[in-house]
């Protein structure tokens, strides 16, 4: 008997001691890249959604995110004022592709506890409406925007595809500096898909151009 319960003891002892080593392993699989707080290590080298990430990769989020808000803000004004009806479809294309990259890049700046952009940073404070300081290519100035917003008819058309194409070469600009620099697989693929989908949307606005002259 004392033999035997020697033996249940033991085992017990060596199941709870086996719990206990797997339950105080943190869950690195759960919640990946979430925890980049803790020692001072810098971000380059912590571990996020898609892999490791560094400066380049946050700046690019941060600045893209309001460069593609003015890009929406533009594209939406298109609507009672173009008049031409592939700059309708264009607009169109350009609010429901970039809105989606906006929210994904909201999520990676969570997830590596970054901050976002303030909200006046497509409004008027840092890129949105008074951009001579944002250091953002592309972007739009205040006599800009009240210049498109006035516009309407073959004028707006006109006015909108010129100053989108500014716009978007600044987008691709800033995108090939995050393929360049940038260390996150995810962010450096959407700035792939940033310059193949803005450069062919550039050589359609030049052609807008174009014919509208």
Same mark, same amino acid.
């Given at each position: 008997?004392l033999?035997?319960a020697?033996?249940?003891?033991?085992l017990a002892?060596?199941?709870?001691?086996?719990?206990s080593?797997d339950?105080? =392993?943190?869950?690195?699989s759960?919640?990946?890249?979430? #925890?980049h707080?803790g020692?001072?290590?810098?971000?380059?080298?912590i571990?996020s959604p898609?892999?490791?990430f560094n !400066?380049?990769?946050?700046?690019?989020?941060?600045?893209? %995110?309001p460069h593609?808000?003015?890009?929406?803000?533009?594209?939406?004004l298109?609507d009672?004022?173009?008049?031409d009806?592939?700059?309708k479809?264009?607009?169109?294309a350009i609010?429901k592709?970039?809105?989606p990259?906006? #929210?994904t890049?909201k999520?990676?700046l969570?997830a590596?506890?970054?901050p976002?952009?303030?909200?006046?940073?497509?409004?008027? !404070?840092m890129?949105?409406? &008074?951009h001579?300081?944002?250091?953002?290519?592309?972007?739009m100035s205040?006599? !800009?925007m009240? !210049?498109?917003?006035?516009? =309407?008819g073959?004028d707006f058309?006109k006015?909108?595809a010129?100053l989108? %194409?500014?716009h978007h070469q600044?987008?691709?600009t800033m995108?090939?500096?995050?393929?360049? &620099?940038?260390? &996150?697989?995810e962010?450096?693929?959407?700035?792939g898909n940033? %310059?193949a989908a803005? #450069?062919?949307? %550039?050589e359609?606005? &030049? =052609?807008?151009?174009?014919r509208?002259?």
């Open positions: 008997m033999a035997a020697g033996t249940v003891a033991a002892l060596a199941l709870a001691a086996c719990g080593s339950s105080s =392993k943190p869950d690195r759960a919640t990946p890249g979430m #925890n707080g020692g001072g290590v810098p971000s380059s080298g571990s898609g892999g490791a !400066d380049a990769d946050v700046t690019f989020a941060q600045q893209m %995110i593609h808000q003015q890009a929406i803000e533009m594209a939406r298109a009672g004022r173009a008049a009806s592939e700059v479809s264009l607009a169109s609010e592709a970039q809105d990259e906006i #929210n890049m999520g990676w969570k590596w506890g970054k976002l952009p303030s909200a006046s940073s497509s409004m008027g !404070d890129p949105g409406m &008074n001579g300081s944002s250091g953002m290519p592309g972007m205040d006599q !800009d009240s !210049d498109l917003k006035s516009a =309407k073959r058309d006015k909108f010129q989108m %194409i500014g600044g987008a691709v995108a090939k500096d995050e393929q360049k &620099n940038g260390g &996150n697989p962010a450096k693929r959407l700035a940033v %310059i803005q #450069n062919a949307e %550039i359609q606005m &030049n =052609k807008i151009v174009g509208l002259k």
